[in-house]
């Protein structure tokens, strides 16, 4: 059974992209957290791949951290834009590209790590990104998808936004998203073991995320694509 949902995984695209880094910067703190996180798991020299970076937050924290390769994603131009004058201004190499998910351009076996954090649920072709972060993965590598669940109250989302600093525009913006869109589009956490078991990873395992969900996959290394 494939997972997909009826609309088409269009990016974020002008102002829509640029209000979107404006108020993620109110989350730098949250962003450096799991670069930390993520760069406990990785050796020297890992070639990781974050899946829609957005303005490349994450990744330019990550660079921080270690010596690590790291392309980032996304099917969005203006994101893709975005993210390379942020990591030009922040002085760090990382290789940002256009592409989709689900069609990811990169051959078999190229990365050690693929990250990806509060996209998932807007791919339109979530089975076949499952699929396509198993082939780029070299065997023994492993993947980490952290995104908002629709178990998600309302009540954690207001507790979320009072206390980001952001603007009583930007707050009043982002809850709409949250109740309009990205809880409707979420996964609960069954859901979300269910689609993982039929990819060709075969499963997951699943962690305890604030107001949401962490699963981390591994390709086995007796895995071929």
Known sequence: MQYSKAYKGAGMEG??????????RNDMEE???????IAGRLSSGCELLEVAPGPGFFAIELTKL???????????????????????EAGTKIDFRLGNASAMPFADE?????????AFKNFSDPSKALDEMHRVLRPGGEAVIVDLSKDTSLAEIDAYLSQSGRSRFDAWLTKWAFRGMLLKRAYTRESFVQMAAKSRFGGCEMLAAPFGLEARFLRSK???V
Do not use: P
Request: hydrophobic share 40%; with cysteine.
């Open 222 to 224: 007796a895995n071929s």
């Open 110 to 118: 190229w990365f050690d790590f693929v990250y990806c954090a509060a």
């Open 15 to 24: 102002w829509i992209a640029r209000w979107y880094t404006r108020t993620r």
């Open 31 to 37: 962003f450096r957290r799991q670069a930390r996180s």
């Open 66 to 88: 270690g010596d690590f390769k790291i392309t980032g994603l996304d099917i969005s131009r203006t994101f893709v834009e975005i993210a390379r004058e942020n990591a030009r």
